[in-house]
Every structure is written in C-alpha cells, then in structure tokens.
C-alpha cells in the first residue's frame, strides 16, 4: 500500500534547464527570465499583492466564534518580523517570487525549547529533497557545506507538482515562451538600433554608377541609422525625391508578436492584463470586476497553499486544534465608498452587524457604551451644522 514511501528516492530543485537554449536560440535562466518585462511584472504583482496582505493567526472558540492570538508567539512571527533581517512583507514576497519562478519556496524552522522563534528562507536551487521512508529530508548546500534538516524543521510551499513532493518550475516548463518573448524583445531592440530612419524610398531622375550608389547610401546611413539619429530632417539635391512607406508588413508583424508574447506569459501566471499594465481590453466598469476575479481565480489558491503549509510546519498537532492562520482579504472586496455605506446600513437595519463592527471594518475606534455613542453622534451632527 505503502511503496512508494519504502522507497528512497531524491529531488534537486537546481533546474534542469538553467541557461540551455531554447527553440528560439535564447539561453534562460532566472535573471534573464526576469528581465521580460511581462515577466517581471507578473512577479511583482503576485508577490507584492500576495505580501501585502496581512498574516494572522486566530484562536477559535468551542462555539465558532474566533479571535487574534496576539498572545501567542507565533501571530508576532507571522504577522510583523518572522526573523530579525526581515519583515512579514519582505519574506513572503520573497517566497512568492520563488513560487513564481522555480515552483518551490522553503523556510527553516528555527525553534528554542519547541516554540518557533524564526523563519529564515532558503533558496530552492539550493536544496534537494529526499523521500526516506515516510519521511522528507532536505538536503540545503551554503558554501560548500551541506546541512541535513528533517521535515519537522522545513516549511516547504510547493506549487502544481505531479506527485505532491516537488512542485513544477515554470522556468523549466515555460522556457520556450520565456524564449519566444526574450527573442521577439531583442529583435526589437536590434531594428531599432539599425533603423535608418526616416523610412522610405530615395528616387533620382538620373541614373547612378555604382560609385555614387555606394558613397550615397553610406552618406545617408552616416546621417539616419543608428542612435541618437532617428528621424533626423532629410535634405535632399540633384532632384532627388522621398516616397515614406510608413509601417512595413513586417514592423505589424513585430508589434503584434510583442502583444502576444504579453498575453500568453500573463495567461500562464493568471494575472489580469490590466494588472501589468495593458489597458488595450480594460474599461472602467470590467476593471473593478478583473480585481475581484484576480483574488478568487489568481491569488486565493496561492493563499491557500502559504496558509496550509505554515500550519501543517509550525504547529504542533495540539497547537492546530486551537490556532489556525489565514490571510486577510477584504480590502481585495472592498467596494466604492457610497455602495459599501449603504451595504453597512442594510447589514445594521437586519440586525448582523452592529455600529461598532461596521467601524472596526472601516478601521475605526469602537463607541462601545451609549454615552460615548451619544456624544460621538453630538459631534457629528454639530460637524455638519
């Protein structure tokens, strides 16, 4: 029943394809990959939107109910500093980006007397996963010197994977597209480079020896081709004259495949066109609709995947009957000013929500008693007199 665990078998995370050519001619590796801009945008918002929500550990109740465990070691580790050269924000984006990029993200465990004190990133390509029974072991190389860490002391946040132990890396399975668009923005940069500008045709009512075609053609490419010397005014004797062709065939062509090499490395992280930056299918109306379906289709999976990962490594099985984690999202949902007070006051009226906790949603102090209601209702109405 049990075989696939009684055997030892052995992951690298170090990719396979680190820097090998692609169908394109292209060698990807991370930097590379990196410096797509559809590419780094897609990272950074996924990483940055990821990060920027809060992290925070409940404590649930017999009857349901559930609040922050601010006393509890673990919501300050989460939630602000998970170890003393990084903030919450900094390590989860870092993780994320490793997600994005290498489909594996790790975190060692550091505990004193079994209560985590500190979590501190290792990077993927660094770390090789062993299957030792039922247990994993990661094996983590740092200047030569490899350290052995049990499953206890990693918190390991794969991505897809095709058998639960290591998550896929996009830069292996999306080298060829990265390879495509790198190729397609290069090409680019190169015609722009040798563009002789303005672009047409010269004509002259005589014929020329091949001396004057010569010395003609490098007097016009000394004056137009090249940077810095685009679009340059063009005078012209002898009875020379310019015919523009405007956009060629092949210039479309180009910007075409600049557009579609967007879409498709947006289309295989999830995020929104708009998102990165292109506007061309957006409208005010469906923009707002985008953000709401970028948190459920994109990032919640994702939340889901840190969420269950910290909790599964963390806590000890009687700390996961008593705790839980989750990330915050209702500032993802949050409507325009005028349709989110009129859903708080339809939500007063039913009788689900008190003035208190529509104020603690807008991220204001409580009026808890009937006297501070009263006065705080006095200096509202005397604001508007």
Known sequence: MFSFFRKKRSWANLDAFEGRETSAGIHINESVALGIPAVFACVRVLSEAI???????????SNGDRERAKDFSLYRILH??????????????????????????????E??????????????DKVTVEVVGRELVYKHQNDGTERVYPMTDISHIRGMSSDGIIGYSPLSLLRDTFGYSKAVQEYSSSYFKNDASPGGILSIPSTLNDISMSKLRESWAAGHSGKGKHHRVAIMDSGMKWESI?????????????KFSVVEIARCFRVPLNLIQDH????????????????????????????????????????????FIEHLTQD??????????????????????????????????????????SVYHDRVLTSFR
């Open 280 to 323: 061309e299918r957006s409208t005010y109306s469906n923009v707002i609709e985008q953000n709401r379906s970028f948190l459920v289709h994109c990032l919640q999976p994702w939340l889901t995947r840190i969420e269950q990962s910290l909790m599964k490594s963390v806590l000890t099985e009687t700390e996961k009957e008593k705790y």
């Open 332 to 373: 993802f949902l949050r409507a325009d000013t005028k349709t989110r007070f009129e859903s708080y006051k339809v939500a007063i009226d039913a009788g689900f929500l008190t003035v208190d906790e529509v104020r603690q949603l807008e991220n204001m102090n409580s009026v808890s008693t009937s006297e501070n209601r």
């Open 111 to 124: 505990r004193q007397e079994g209560e985590v004190v500190a979590l501190w990133p290792l990077h993927p």
């Open 80 to 109: 602000d500093e998970p170890n003393p050269l990084m903030t919450s924000f900094e390590l989860r984006e870092l993780l994320v980006g490793h997600l994005c990029l290498r489909g594996n993200a790790y975190c060692f465990i």
């Open 246 to 258: 405007g956009v060629s065939p092949q210039d479309s062509q180009l910007i075409e495949s600049q």
């Open 51 to 61: 990060a920027s929500l809060p992290l925070i550990t409940y404590e649930r109740f």
